[in-house]
């Protein structure tokens, strides 16, 4: 918030001119906390290692990357950042072309007033607020329905859904190493993902959850099911950047490095460690059959799940529970099967309130009687004296 009664919006300001930027910073005054920079690969850097910046106002011809150019990658990387663009005369149908490409906020004609200037940053900071309350309606709504679907689906068909919640899991902690921002659509897709599992024939689903070798017809089953999420979101409004990620992961990787294909890359090494994960016997095993396979991951994705997990690996291991102890978020660190061998939730689960009633609906004699979990606060305080009473 603006003003005393709380902390004021961050505007960054990026021109060449340091007598262009003094103008800038005399005009907007004491009302933002005003940041400046002098080139669009500069203002790039701060953005990236600052805390959030809500406007950004950027000159047009600058060396290196013009205003256009800048706003257009600010754009990819920052997508709430609003963008407003000075420009001369000179320049007005580069600054047209501008509002497609990096889809503007506004341009301002050289030299602007001072009222002019105040009043497009207020306005600047009304779409902001704008987009963080629709971010957050969007995020809590759609989110929380992938996640009950997802969850019903892995009770209903474990060989099918039940790797969604390690892939999400695995996805978003990935994607916060490597320092990205923005990750309800990484988080969506990362739910959606398995979706087109529900077109797969039982045989192959089962040869495809036991790692096993599949023939040329099932790999081709198992390709065209990587589009049916992207076909099923694509009818949804609002959806884009995640059927953007779920195109680019079903497509297989590029050459091209965009905010779409990042995600899709990050889930592309989630899925795979996630399936690694539960046929291995150990985290090294699992890492390396994925290094057996360089050439079909992102590097910089792959060492940030290495290191991610020697983080995980340095927590603890993982501990058996009571069934009837057992409680919402513990993580399943091995299959759980009745004692038919039928699968309950594979290894990777993160138990929900779904889970927990299905086990009260089970003859107990058909239950195991503990399960292996990770070994988290919530399983240390299932096993302490006081969980009993």
């Given at each position: 918030m603006?003003?005393t009664a709380?902390?004021k919006f961050?505007?960054?300001?990026v021109?060449?001119?340091?007598?262009?930027?003094n103008?800038?910073?005399r005009?907007?005054?004491?009302?933002?906390?005003?940041l400046?920079?002098g080139?669009?690969?500069?203002?790039?850097?701060?953005?990236?290692?600052?805390?959030?910046?809500?406007?950004?106002v950027?000159?047009?011809?600058?060396?290196?990357?013009?205003?256009a150019q800048?706003?257009q990658?600010?754009?990819?990387?920052?997508?709430?950042?609003?963008?407003v663009?000075?420009?001369?005369?000179k320049?007005?149908?580069?600054?047209?072309?501008?509002?497609?490409q990096?889809?503007?906020?506004?341009?301002?004609?050289?030299?602007?007033t001072?009222?002019?200037?105040?009043?497009?940053?207020?306005?600047?900071?009304?779409?902001?607020?704008?987009?963080?309350?629709?971010?957050?309606?969007l995020?809590?709504?759609?989110?929380?329905?992938?996640?009950?679907?997802?969850?019903v689906?892995?009770?209903?068909?474990?060989i099918?859904?039940?790797?969604?919640?390690?892939?999400?899991?695995?996805?978003?902690?990935?994607a916060?190493?490597?320092?990205?921002?923005?990750?309800w659509?990484?988080?969506?897709a990362?739910?959606?993902?398995?979706?087109?599992?529900?077109?797969?024939?039982?045989r192959?689903?089962?040869?495809?959850?036991?790692?096993?070798?599949?023939?040329?017809?099932?790999?081709s089953?198992v390709t065209?099911?990587?589009?049916?999420?992207?076909?099923?979101?694509?009818?949804?409004?609002?959806l884009?950047p995640?059927?953007?990620?779920?195109?680019?992961?079903?497509?297989?990787?590029?050459p091209?490095?965009t905010?779409?294909?990042?995600?899709a890359?990050?889930?592309?090494?989630?899925?795979?460690?996630?399936?690694?994960?539960?046929?291995?016997?150990?985290?090294?095993a699992?890492?390396?059959?994925?290094?057996e396979?360089?050439?079909?991951?992102?590097?910089d994705?792959?060492?940030?799940l290495?290191?991610?997990?020697?983080?995980e690996?340095?927590?603890?291991g993982?501990?058996?529970?009571?069934?009837g102890r057992?409680?919402?978020?513990?993580?399943v660190a091995?299959?759980?099967?009745?004692?038919?061998?039928?699968?309950?939730?594979?290894?990777?689960?993160?138990v929900s309130e779904?889970?927990?009633?299905?086990?009260?609906?089970f003859?107990?004699?058909?239950?195991?009687?503990?399960?292996?979990?990770?070994?988290?606060?919530e399983?240390?305080?299932?096993?302490?004296?006081?969980?009993?009473h």
């Amino acid at each position: 918030m603006t003003g005393t009664a709380g902390p004021k919006f961050r505007v960054l300001c990026v021109d060449d001119d340091p007598f262009q930027l003094n103008l800038l910073t005399r005009a907007i005054g004491a009302e933002y906390e005003l940041l400046t920079c002098g080139s669009g690969t500069e203002a790039l850097h701060l953005i990236e290692n600052s805390e959030p910046i809500q406007v950004v106002v950027s000159d047009h011809r600058m060396p290196g990357l013009s205003g256009a150019q800048f706003l257009q990658v600010l754009r990819e990387k920052h997508p709430l950042v609003v963008r407003v663009l000075l420009t001369g005369e000179k320049d007005l149908v580069e600054a047209v072309a501008a509002m497609n490409q990096a889809a503007l906020f506004r341009f301002l004609l050289k030299p602007t007033t001072r009222p002019v200037l105040l009043e497009t940053l207020r306005s600047a900071v009304a779409q902001y607020q704008l987009q963080v309350a629709e971010r957050e309606l969007l995020q809590k709504t759609l989110i929380g329905s992938m996640r009950a679907l997802s969850d019903v689906l892995a009770i209903a068909n474990p060989i099918a859904f039940g790797q969604v919640n390690r892939i999400q899991e695995l996805a978003l902690a990935v994607a916060t190493r490597l320092r990205l921002s923005d990750l309800w659509a990484l988080e969506f897709a990362a739910l959606a993902s398995q979706l087109g599992h529900i077109a797969l024939p039982e045989r192959t689903l089962r040869r495809l959850y036991a790692a096993e070798v599949l023939s040329v017809e099932e790999v081709s089953q198992v390709t065209r099911s990587a589009h049916v999420a992207e076909r099923i979101l694509a009818r949804i409004p609002r959806l884009g950047p995640v059927v953007e990620i779920l195109s680019s992961l079903a497509a297989g990787r590029g050459p091209d490095v965009t905010s779409s294909s990042i995600g899709a890359e990050i889930l592309r090494v989630a899925s795979a460690y996630a399936a690694a994960e539960r046929t291995t016997r150990s985290r090294e095993a699992a890492v390396r059959r994925l290094r057996e396979r360089l050439e079909q991951f992102d590097p910089d994705v792959l060492t940030a799940l290495t290191e991610l997990l020697g983080l995980e690996l340095s927590e603890g291991g993982s501990i058996e529970v009571p069934i009837g102890r057992v409680s919402i978020n513990m993580i399943v660190a091995e299959d759980v099967c009745i004692r038919s061998g039928a699968l309950l939730v594979p290894k990777g689960y993160r138990v929900s309130e779904s889970f927990l009633a299905r086990l009260r609906n089970f003859n107990p004699d058909l239950l195991p009687s503990v399960i292996r979990v990770r070994e988290t606060r919530e399983a240390s305080s299932a096993l302490s004296p006081a969980a009993g009473h």
